[in-house]
């Protein structure tokens, strides 16, 4: 017999469909009437700002300073760097009139044609180009080191809520340097950021390397990434940084004098992290049942959920909630209070549970007249089932919660590393790749001589691309497609 | 013989262009190169974290959820609200087009016209307004209270950094509620909420009041305000909250079973406060020498300028400054850690004091060798004049921090009052009104019946407007334009 769960299709029966019914059962986000935009409810926000907030603070304990770009560009602008325009010109919003005008027959329609079309930022390198060469005179002006926290759109035909949208919201870092060695380290330096944060914060384990040339950002000189395994076998690309050396500072003639006197093109660096990252949280830890999150980037960490049977209890099983919540609010967890809220609705005591298991709450502690007379509470935790109940006295429970936080916290990593460990794979004959990829997804290790058209026509036959050249290499060997020398393992993976 | 100032020219001499002044020497925006854009360079925006962060925190403890609605709308979307759509119609930017595309002759231009064009939000209403309706079917789902960060796009023609860009930053609150009542105790503790915050941390004394008809938001039933007078006795409108009636309901069909059993319409409300208090507060509180911050939005507090006048001085001096700092970031003002920063460029020291003068940090500090052997600080506060250099012991210094940035707080908002008060003024005839606004500006406070052309008479001839009728009403009177009775004194002004 099928185990009853939350969210139908399961993982098993029909993967994305089971994503897009965990979004909805947790109120996370939802389509909206504008094609490919959602809009982010709070719940789902609320995961955003506790992510920005500690991103942030790690953005900005590095030596970075926040800003804000217009969100129009010029055409003009976004010509300037030949690649940079091709990558991104089959997905451009463009505004082309600034207002409004009813016709004879009482339409209203676009009126006032601006007389150079603006594009809605697809990202912001072009019109930082230009404003790093406003402030960039000397060497003394270097290194500028800046991050933005904005909306961006790219028109994407095929969209998924989180993962894919026409428009989302990230952080866009931009840096500029005097020397190719300062703008390396930088851009290092963000890829272990981006890798530490999504361990430490979001739980989820990545692999850290550099992207192939095919895979580039539009106009960078290297692309480092980040790569995560979801719960379906398919790889998130889940941060990256660009190297870009001058290509933009030669497209925007961004110069600086030297120390000794010379004029110098500067060096550049770009990086960005979005709201993909809550696509990733949920696929990497959410379950039948509904949506799994951190503790560290939970809205909410103890959900109180009073059982009430008659108007007697309500009074007194209401106080008793207030002052464990008062109590437990008293405890710090990762620096700051842990997070409770009571849900005292007058709906029955399984749906508001099922409710927050499907919200994915860390805790949920249920308190009845039975409870506080022995003054225990009955307490669950997400990551565990939820039959898995436990009998804690009051003081235990209060003494315990940053404990058993750490304690879910450190779990899910782990779940997520077993799992990916379990699903990464060295392969050593071509046959064997293909066969592997006919059947199965997940991480595939394997030799490549380096040539694009290998990969390519691995594109083409499976879909499968490589996912990076990971930074922790392997030693050299022999290309399993065509024979030749190879530096280094690389991974493969179908991917979103 | 003049007083040389930092900033030229000065306010006398000419106060748009010292604005203007004040805001490029403080580095705090710039214009770009996309018309009424601005680019919020480091220090502006951190004004603005600080401003956010605190507004943030009061609009959470009073039980509202933050969230994020498309940045797009659809045409159709905004045309279901009549006098919305007539309001916002000669300022929308509207995308036409969603990709690029090389033509014969190699010119990239707009490709892919959309089916139904798309206004980047002015306002967002109406795209809450659909979003409403799909959540709320029962009165437990009310009330709604949410509140979104976004960027907000309405096409200038004249524009002026912060107080009027194309594009500016802002929070847009929207709720619904069961009750008319609720909705306006809602309109109303809100711009309360805004009213003591502008008070608060931005220090500017603000006047609550209605705003007449002819001032209303497009298809809002009432408009409430906080007004307040800058250096050029010149009125800003720094916040507003908007009572909607039952006319977003109505257009988007946003109705609940009530607990009796039946259907009804939602009440509605809406509310923002945008970048534009930044460009309130320069106006407030800068001098000659440029920009003076409130030290809860500061981004600095306490700027450490270390004089060295040689290497050998040069460790020691470095080594001292920074255990100062450690010393202040110890301390806490408006809750949080005190904000230091040590300047220790190779540039003139005269020159590193008037950047920091410049730029409004709070209080400078000055460390050489003879203050180290003494045990002593030299320290400056902004408000002060740059001459009135205080001795402190260090200790002093670190124990009295607190201390000094809560009076400098004080003293602005008190100055500011006192300007304000000496600027308002009560005229009861009309030949006295005409004469004052002929030769002066200021807060002028009289009586009017309430006649919407006496308003649009004095607007064509004055270029003033009523700025409000204040929630602290005087008693009743005699319109000074018509004789007729009038209800209470009302606001006017020149305004930005």
């Excluded at 939802?30 to 789902?44: A, D, K, Q, Y």
């Excluded at 325009?85 to 009126?111: Q, W």
Aim: with cysteine; glycine share 6%; aromatic share 8%.
């Amino acid at each position: 017999m099928a185990k009853k769960t939350a969210i139908s299709p399961t993982r098993e029966e029909n993967y994305p469909e089971w994503y897009q019914q965990v979004i909805k059962a947790a109120e996370l986000a939802e389509t909206s009437s504008v094609r490919g935009c959602m809009v982010i409810r709070p719940w789902g926000f609320g995961i955003w700002e506790n992510l920005q907030q500690q991103l942030d603070q790690r953005i900005k304990a590095t030596g970075h300073e926040n800003f804000y770009c217009p969100l129009f560009i010029p055409l003009s602008h976004l010509e300037r760097e030949a690649k940079h325009v091709e990558g991104f010109a089959k997905e451009c919003a463009v505004v082309t009139h600034h207002r409004l005008e009813k016709t004879a027959d009482n339409r209203l329609v676009p009126a006032g044609e601006l007389e150079e079309p603006l594009v809605v930022r697809p990202t912001s390198e072009t019109i930082i180009g230009e404003t790093f060469s406003n402030w960039i005179q000397s060497y003394r002006d270097l290194p500028i080191l800046l991050n933005q926290w904005a909306n961006i759109v790219r028109w994407e035909m095929r969209t998924r809520m989180f993962l894919r949208t026409s428009e989302f919201l990230w952080q866009e870092g931009h840096t500029a340097h005097a020397t190719e060695t300062e703008a390396r380290q930088e851009t290092m330096m963000i890829l272990d950021l981006y890798n530490d944060f999504v361990h430490d914060v979001l739980a989820i384990p990545t692999i850290k390397g550099e992207k192939t040339e095919s895979e580039r950002f539009p106009g960078a000189v290297g692309t480092y990434t980040i790569e995560a395994l979801m719960q379906d076998k398919k790889a998130l690309q889940a941060g990256t940084s660009h190297f870009l050396g001058q290509n933009f500072a030669n497209a925007f003639d961004i110069k600086y004098l030297s120390e000794a006197g010379s004029e110098e093109h500067v060096w550049t660096t770009s990086w960005g992290a979005s709201t993909r990252l809550i696509g990733g949280l949920i696929m990497t830890h959410s379950d039948d049942d509904g949506l799994v999150i951190p503790p560290k980037v939970a809205p909410q960490h103890v959900i109180i959920l009073p059982i009430i049977h008659n108007d007697a209890d309500k009074v007194r099983t209401l106080e008793h909630c207030e002052k464990l919540a008062a109590s437990l609010r008293k405890q710090s967890f990762n620096n700051m209070p842990v997070r409770v809220k009571i849900d005292a609705r007058d709906i029955r005591g399984g749906e508001k549970a099922w409710y927050w298991v499907k919200k994915g709450a860390p805790i949920r502690v249920e308190i009845g007249p039975k409870e506080i007379d022995a003054d225990e509470v009955s307490v669950t935790r997400r990551d565990h089932s939820y039959r898995d109940r436990q009998k804690l006295k009051t003081n235990e429970l209060i003494e315990t919660i940053a404990e058993q936080l750490t304690a879910m916290q450190q779990n899910l990593y782990q779940r997520a590393l077993t799992f990916r460990e379990e699903n990464t794979h060295d392969i050593d004959s071509e046959k064997d790749f293909y066969e592997f990829f006919k059947n199965d997804n997940g991480f595939v290790r394997a030799h490549w001589c380096g040539d694009a058209n290998v990969e390519a026509k691995i594109q083409a036959d499976l879909s499968v691309t490589i996912r990076c050249l990971p930074s922790e290499a392997s030693e050299a060997g022999t290309c399993i497609f065509t024979g030749k020398p190879s530096k280094q393992m690389v991974i493969f993976a179908r991917s979103y």
